[in-house]
Protein backbone atom coordinates (compact mmCIF):
# COMPACT_ATOMS: atom_id res chain seq x y z
CA UNK A 1 0.00 0.00 0.00
CA UNK A 2 1.10 3.56 -0.69
CA UNK A 3 0.62 6.25 1.24
CA UNK A 4 -0.74 9.69 -0.51
CA UNK A 5 0.02 13.20 0.78
CA UNK A 6 -3.21 15.83 1.07
CA UNK A 7 -3.11 18.02 -1.54
CA UNK A 8 -2.67 21.65 -0.46
CA UNK A 9 -6.29 23.79 -1.46
CA UNK A 10 -8.36 21.67 0.20
CA UNK A 11 -10.79 19.34 -1.57
CA UNK A 12 -10.36 15.94 -0.29
CA UNK A 13 -10.82 16.32 3.63
CA UNK A 14 -7.13 16.42 4.41
CA UNK A 15 -6.68 19.84 4.59
CA UNK A 16 -6.40 20.59 8.30
CA UNK A 17 -6.86 17.33 10.20
CA UNK A 18 -3.97 15.73 12.28
CA UNK A 19 -1.99 13.51 10.43
CA UNK A 20 -3.13 13.88 6.91
CA UNK A 21 -2.26 10.32 5.34
CA UNK A 22 -4.79 8.45 3.41
CA UNK A 23 -4.09 4.48 2.57
CA UNK A 24 -5.42 3.83 -1.08
CA UNK A 25 -5.62 0.37 -2.93
CA UNK A 26 -3.53 0.02 -6.23
CA UNK A 27 -4.84 -2.39 -8.65
CA UNK A 28 -2.18 -3.31 -10.89
CA UNK A 29 -2.98 -3.37 -14.87
CA UNK A 30 -3.04 -6.78 -16.65
CA UNK A 31 0.11 -8.00 -18.58
CA UNK A 32 0.77 -7.02 -21.93
CA UNK A 33 0.41 -10.62 -22.96
CA UNK A 34 -3.24 -11.02 -21.36
CA UNK A 35 -4.05 -7.93 -23.38
CA UNK A 36 -2.48 -9.17 -26.91
CA UNK A 37 -4.30 -12.59 -25.89
CA UNK A 38 -7.61 -10.57 -25.61
CA UNK A 39 -7.28 -8.39 -28.77
CA UNK A 40 -6.22 -11.58 -31.51
CA UNK A 41 -9.07 -13.79 -29.48
CA UNK A 42 -11.06 -11.16 -30.66
CA UNK A 43 -9.76 -10.85 -34.15
CA UNK A 44 -9.59 -14.73 -34.67
CA UNK A 45 -13.35 -15.06 -33.18
CA UNK A 46 -14.09 -12.43 -35.93
CA UNK A 47 -12.71 -14.14 -38.21
CA UNK A 48 -14.66 -16.76 -37.65
CA UNK A 49 -18.31 -15.68 -37.74
CA UNK A 50 -17.43 -14.00 -41.32
CA UNK A 51 -16.62 -17.38 -42.76
CA UNK A 52 -19.63 -18.94 -40.79
CA UNK A 53 -21.70 -15.39 -42.34
CA UNK A 54 -20.06 -16.24 -45.69
CA UNK A 55 -21.31 -19.92 -45.90
CA UNK A 56 -24.80 -19.24 -44.74
CA UNK A 57 -25.17 -16.48 -47.71
CA UNK A 58 -23.93 -18.41 -50.36
CA UNK A 59 -26.04 -21.69 -49.08
CA UNK A 60 -29.00 -18.80 -49.64
CA UNK A 61 -27.88 -17.07 -52.61
CA UNK A 62 -27.82 -20.93 -54.22
CA UNK A 63 -31.27 -21.35 -53.04
CA UNK A 64 -32.91 -17.81 -54.09
CA UNK A 65 -30.58 -18.59 -57.46
CA UNK A 66 -32.95 -22.11 -57.76
CA UNK A 67 -35.96 -20.58 -56.93
CA UNK A 68 -35.28 -17.84 -59.60
CA UNK A 69 -34.93 -20.65 -62.33
CA UNK A 70 -37.65 -22.94 -61.17
CA UNK A 71 -40.04 -19.33 -61.62
CA UNK A 72 -38.45 -19.05 -64.94
CA UNK A 73 -39.16 -22.27 -66.11
CA UNK A 74 -42.94 -22.02 -64.71
CA UNK A 75 -43.31 -18.79 -66.91
CA UNK A 76 -41.58 -20.05 -69.70
CA UNK A 77 -44.12 -23.38 -69.37
CA UNK A 78 -46.97 -21.13 -69.46
CA UNK A 79 -45.80 -18.99 -72.33
CA UNK A 80 -45.58 -15.82 -70.70
CA UNK A 81 -41.75 -15.99 -71.13
CA UNK A 82 -40.28 -17.02 -74.46
CA UNK A 83 -36.43 -16.96 -74.88
CA UNK A 84 -33.46 -15.86 -73.15
CA UNK A 85 -33.54 -12.18 -73.93
CA UNK A 86 -34.96 -9.84 -71.71
CA UNK A 87 -37.99 -9.04 -74.06
CA UNK A 88 -38.52 -11.10 -76.97
CA UNK A 89 -41.65 -9.65 -78.60
Known amino acids: MSKVQPRSGGGGGGGGEGGGSAEISHTLAPSIGHELGV ?5 ALMLI ?29 RGLLRGEGARDR
Open 39 to 43: AFGFI
Open 49 to 77: CMAIYSFAWQIGNKRSEKREMERIERLRI
